[in-house]
């Protein structure tokens, strides 16, 4: 039956849609917020999935005859009909007939209302309880009160209650429907046409109270209510009850897509395991009442909205000036901060409620919402690519213009001044190498000192790595893991001879470079004569400063695990001569040639690990 419809009827300002009641209590700033956040989210997830039941009804939905088809059980289904009866709907209590299909009973007490208020703000915040008597649909029981002394409220002797005609038909299905009564009394006052709110009738006429009733206590206050209670007072007293009805007509048009469930129409269940039962009063096809219900679906979740961000920003403003109020009693700037700090919360409470409204948003909708996170992983992969990519080059410059400002200032110094006596005469031969003794007879001419052999030993000059290496080379970009490549030029040694570098322990005392150069015999044939322009030393001059001179390597540079050395020949008066340039890596020479060899070398080092 109809009982558990709650309708407030009355034509003062208690009216029957007033479902707030006077229990309601004040809520806390933070459960506001909570169940505000819970609203949001809720709301974006149960709206989309109620949306898509809509749809899935209306593709699935059949048309039905004026008979019965049982092929069509479980099946949504659609009829445009009268409802209609041949006996009439009756309230035996009060022994009221209505020609209609149904009827309700609205059933009102006069009773005590537990109330809650907060005064003050703050730490002075204070929540306190009282007590009014007002009329109520719903009972209030007084045992449960936080004062339930002096505020006792009787058990009512009669409820609200709803009831059907037996014959009630909609086309072929018989017309019980609860749930379609209760959504059209919840609608009286919508101005929508097709709004099931125009088919309850307020009964405004009601026949007189039969005997019975009347020894019971009930008389007839207005035409169109029932009261019970004491009739020789004026006052209204706690227990008093009234009551009115309200009556469905018969012969109504409704057009329905509900499941047919027998002879019965009932909701229908969506594979998302909503249900779906639509009613429009008048003729409607099953297409314009499905895309009516999604339309109003999406009214209904638009307005749930704004109630969730309101009911967020207020949460928390609520409990922000709970901190605020401790700042009131400073003079002047107390009320201002208070003011600020509230707008703050509020502000938050916004972004925190759109934040939760986004998330049941894309909650409700898993594959966009997988799309939009691989998206936004892609843009910012992309954009960290590209922002590694300015930076490397961004660095590429800066090193390029060291290397041009350092090219700029060397061309900018001044030559070093000519050497003197011995050290200037070999200066001055070609090639910066020191001309070779004539050769003795019988013995192979000496290869060139300006390449060094491979098995020479080098004396490696004592440097630190914060010392400011000699820019000889252009710099050059160096990738990371060449150390796992081995260069194309680069030879293995043969036999167990004397590593060319070792970083681990100290170089040897390199021995004089001429030590092995024969020395030639007195009967041995004269030397060339020299140009007159220069005056030829003595040979055991030559010889002598040969035998002093030595080799030492010079760090140019480094690249992580890979060093570019210069080797010069230091004469005794202090004379650098320039040998040859070499590349190390891990502590062993694997290239020794010309500068340009060396660039070389490093390059295809580079390509080969590119």
């Keep these: 039956m109809l009982d558990e419809i709650e309708l407030d009827a009355g034509d003062d300002e208690d009216s029957?849609?007033?479902?707030?009641?006077?229990?309601?209590?004040?809520?806390?700033?933070?459960?506001?917020?909570?169940?505000?956040?819970?609203?949001?989210?809720?709301?974006?997830?149960?709206?989309?999935?109620?949306?898509?039941?809509?749809?899935?009804?209306?593709?699935?939905?059949?048309?039905?005859?004026?008979a019965v088809d049982p092929a069509l059980d479980g099946k949504p289904v659609h009829l445009s009909t009268t409802v209609s009866t041949q006996l009439g709907a009756r309230d035996d209590t009060f022994g009221l007939r209505t020609q209609g299909v149904a009827l309700y009973r609205h059933v009102q007490m006069y009773q005590w209302i537990e109330r809650k208020r907060s005064r003050g703000k703050g730490v002075r915040k204070r929540s306190e309880v009282y007590y009014e008597m007002d009329w109520d649909w719903r009972y209030h029981d007084s045992s449960r009160f936080e004062q339930p002394e002096g505020h006792h409220n009787p058990k009512p002797t009669i409820r609200s209650a709803g009831f059907f005609a037996e014959d009630a038909r909609l086309g072929p299905y018989r017309f019980n429907s609860e749930t379609l009564?209760?959504?059209?009394?919840?609608?009286?006052?919508?101005?929508?046409?097709?709004?099931?709110?125009?088919?309850?009738?307020?009964?405004?006429?009601l026949p007189e109270l039969s005997a019975r009733l009347s020894s019971q206590g009930w008389f007839q206050i207005e035409p169109d209510e029932y009261y019970l209670g004491d009739q020789s007072v004026d006052e209204i007293e706690i227990g008093d009850i009234s009551v009115t009805f309200y009556e469905f007509p018969n012969h109504y048009k409704l057009s329905l897509i509900a499941a047919q469930n027998g002879d019965s129409l009932v909701p229908w269940q969506a594979s998302n395991g909503k249900s779906v039962l639509i009613a429009r009063s008048g003729v409607e096809d099953a297409g314009q009442m499905v895309s009516q219900a999604i339309s109003r679906n999406g009214g209904a979740r638009s307005l749930l909205r704004l109630v969730g961000v309101l009911g967020a920003m207020l949460g928390m403003a609520g409990m922000v000036g709970a901190i605020s109020g401790l700042l009131s009693i400073v003079p002047v700037l107390g009320p201002l901060l208070d003011t600020s700090l509230r707008?703050?919360?509020?502000?938050?409470?916004?972004?925190?409620?759109?934040?939760?409204?986004?998330?049941?948003?894309?909650?409700?909708?898993?594959?966009?919402?997988?799309?939009?996170?691989?998206?936004?992983?892609?843009?910012?992969?992309?954009?960290?690519?590209?922002?590694?990519?300015?930076?490397?080059?961004?660095?590429?410059?800066?090193?390029?213009?060291?290397?041009?400002?350092?090219?700029?200032d060397r061309a900018a110094m001044p030559p070093p001044p000519p050497p003197s006596g011995t050290s200037a005469n070999a200066a001055s031969v070609p090639g910066n190498a020191l001309p070779p003794p004539p050769p003795s007879?019988?013995?192979?001419?000496?290869?060139?000192?300006?390449?060094?052999?491979?098995?020479?030993?080098?004396?490696?000059?004592?440097?630190?790595?914060?010392?400011?290496?000699?820019?000889?080379?252009?710099?050059?970009?160096?990738?990371?893991?060449?150390a796992r490549h081995r260069p194309p030029s680069v030879r293995p040694r043969s036999g167990a001879s004397t590593p060319l570098y070792n970083a681990s322990e100290p170089d040897p005392e390199p021995a004089a470079l001429f030590e092995q150069v024969p020395v030639r015999s007195p009967a041995a044939a004269p030397p060339p004569a020299m140009p007159a322009a220069s005056k030829p030393e003595p040979a055991s001059a030559t010889t002598a400063a040969a035998q002093t001179a030595k080799l030492v390597r010079r760090v140019l540079g480094r690249k992580g695990k890979y060093l570019v050395n210069r080797i010069l020949r230091v004469l005794p008066d202090g004379v650098e001569q320039v040998v040859c340039f070499e590349l190390m890596h891990q502590g062993k020479a694997i290239k020794r040639g010309t500068q340009d060899e060396i660039r070389q070398a490093l390059l295809k080092l580079q390509a080969s690990t590119a």
């Design 441 to 482: 007879a019988g013995s192979a001419p000496r290869p060139s000192a300006s390449l060094a052999a491979p098995s020479e030993t080098v004396a490696a000059e004592q440097t630190t790595e914060n010392d400011e290496p000699k820019a000889d080379l252009p710099p050059l970009e160096w990738e990371p893991g060449l």
């Design 16 to 66: 029957w849609f007033s479902w707030g009641g006077g229990t309601t209590s004040t809520l806390s700033s933070g459960a506001i917020f909570l169940l505000s956040l819970a609203l949001l989210f809720w709301n974006e997830t149960s709206s989309k999935a109620q949306a898509d039941a809509y749809a899935e009804a209306g593709t699935q939905v059949v048309e039905t005859g004026a």
């Design 343 to 408: 707008l703050v919360g509020a502000l938050l409470g916004l972004v925190l409620g759109l934040f939760t409204l986004v998330l049941g948003w894309l909650w409700a909708r898993p594959l966009i919402a997988l799309a939009l996170l691989l998206v936004v992983a892609g843009m910012v992969a992309w954009s960290l690519s590209k922002l590694k990519a300015q930076r490397q080059r961004a660095r590429t410059a800066q090193i390029s213009a060291q290397a041009k400002q350092r090219a700029a």
């Design 181 to 205: 009564a209760r959504r059209a009394l919840w609608a009286m006052g919508d101005e929508d046409p097709g709004s099931l709110g125009h088919w309850p009738q307020y009964r405004a006429s």
